[in-house]
């Protein structure tokens, strides 16, 4: 029963979050665009570029969606209201979006175009920029809250929410995320304007829309997974848990996606070198300041 | 047995995603059919075959990040469980780590001094 309503609850935020995005992007807020444009995207045509290597370019688009899923099935929306409640929750989120790198270069590598074989061996840069960033906050969350299970992730933010018990946890582990999602100004692999698309260079029609999709699910998943670990899930006054999940998860999806208009996009070299100069040193300093105040504060 | 209930969750929305996609593909083929025309299926590169062959060797510059990251990846996977049972441990966890990571972190510092925290 659980797992129908995140499901359903699922394919009404990717909706919203890509009535948010247009309008974030394009600066235009249209409640029916995305079904137009998703219906437009399915009477396309969808070639298949010649001389490609089929299987990944088919599976590409498929395996991310697959990530993008398993990631949201331990993103708790309420008390009880999770997929599947596994007790290494927070390790199986990092292991199944490592494979939105293996479905990238898959994408970028199946078509045999130039542009797109470019965009996916980038996307691997820069996954070795932000995968530290990503799993080194989330080792602090876990000092904390003693647990990797996400419920009691949450649970453990009853008094103080993470965002301000490790700030600079949250700081770090935003951003990364934010290169994960190919988000820009963090958005190397398509690039537009750059690559021509990147990976989605090649792709039209249905499996486009696939691809889309995925991408919009890993960015709920990355929404909701900052949620759980920092901003306090579903705990919040007045309103009911599920309220709060879905508004914070809205919230930080909405901010995530409207820094692309504010900022430039990042080299790849600067990308990697900001990552690991500046911030694994600063992850680092967030564990070592995380375990002491875990030892001498008891909450 | 209830984890195991779990995994055969995750399971079958695994599957569930592939049937999804396959209806996906379903629906846009009775939406209808494209005209076949040559030069149609070209990969992007303004309209004409690349000059040189597209699978070719990558320069992956960044090869120095990587060599650090494998290094980085490992800790993580004894950060995990030491993590988890950090509190219960107390301060001897803390020193514990604490002298892995600044062994590992004197590391990354030996290699932004050799010029590896570089595109190459």
């Known amino acids: 029963m659980s797992i129908l309503v995140v499901l359903l ?4 935020g990717a909706y919203a979050l890509a009535v948010i995005e247009r309008w974030a992007v394009h600066g235009h807020l249209s409640l029916t665009g995305p079904a137009w444009a998703a219906l437009a995207l399915l009477g396309r045509e969808s070639l298949l570029a010649r001389k490609s290597d089929r299987l990944f370019f088919e599976l590409g688009p498929v395996l991310l969606l697959v990530a993008g899923l398993m990631a949201v099935a331990v993103i708790p929306l309420a008390p009880g209201l999770i997929i599947t409640d596994l007790a290494t929750g927070a390790l199986f989120l990092n292991a199944a979006l490592a494979y939105v ?6 994408a970028g590598w ?14 691997l840069g820069q996954f070795i920029a932000y995968a530290m960033l990503i799993v080194m906050p989330i080792t602090a969350v876990a000092m904390r809250a003693e647990s990797l299970s996400t419920v009691e992730i949450v649970a453990s933010q ?8 490790q700030p600079m946890g949250f700081i770090l582990f935003v951003v990364a995320a934010m290169g994960l999602a190919w988000l820009p100004p963090l958005d190397l692999p398509d690039a537009t304007g750059e690559l021509a698309g990147g990976v989605e260079a090649e792709y039209t029609g249905v499996r486009l829309a696939v691809l889309r999709l995925a991408r919009m699910v890993i960015i709920l998943a990355l929404a909701g997974a900052t949620v759980t670990f920092y901003l306090g899930g579903w705990l919040g006054p007045w309103l009911p848990p599920w309220a709060w999940s ?38 680092l300093a967030n564990i070592f300041v995380v375990g002491v105040i875990a030892l001498v504060v008891p909450i | 047995m209830r984890e195991l209930s779990q995994y055969a969750i995750l399971f079958g929305l695994s599957v569930g995603v592939f049937g999804l996609v396959l209806s996906l593909y ?6 209808g059919r494209a005209r076949a025309e040559p030069g149609k299926d070209v990969p992007a590169t303004a309209g004409t075959l690349s000059r040189d062959p597209v699978w070719v060797r990558y320069h992956a510059r960044y090869a120095g990040y990587a060599l650090l990251f494998l ?3 490992m800790e993580m996977a004894f950060m995990y469980p030491w993590a988890v049972v950090y509190r219960e441990e107390g301060l001897i966890a803390l020193l514990d780590m604490g002298v892995f990571l600044a062994i590992l972190f004197l590391g990354l510092l030996y290699g932004w001094s050799q010029g590896a925290l570089r595109r190459q």
């Open chain 1, 9 to 12: 609850s699922l394919a009404a």
């Open chain 1, 246 to 283: 879905a508004i914070k998860i809205l919230v930080v999806a909405a901010a995530m996606l409207s820094v692309g208009r504010y900022m430039p996009r990042i080299r790849e070299a600067r990308y990697l070198a900001l990552s690991w100069k500046l911030g694994i040193s600063l992850a």
């Open chain 2, 26 to 31: 379903g629906l846009a083929r009775a939406i």
């Open chain 1, 158 to 165: 009853e008094q103080l929410w993470n965002v301000l018990y």
């Open chain 1, 110 to 123: 199946g078509p045999n175009g130039a542009y797109a074989m470019i965009a996916g061996w980038r996307f």
């Open chain 1, 101 to 106: 790198l293996v479905a990238l270069i898959m």
């Open chain 2, 71 to 73: 290094a980085f990846d």
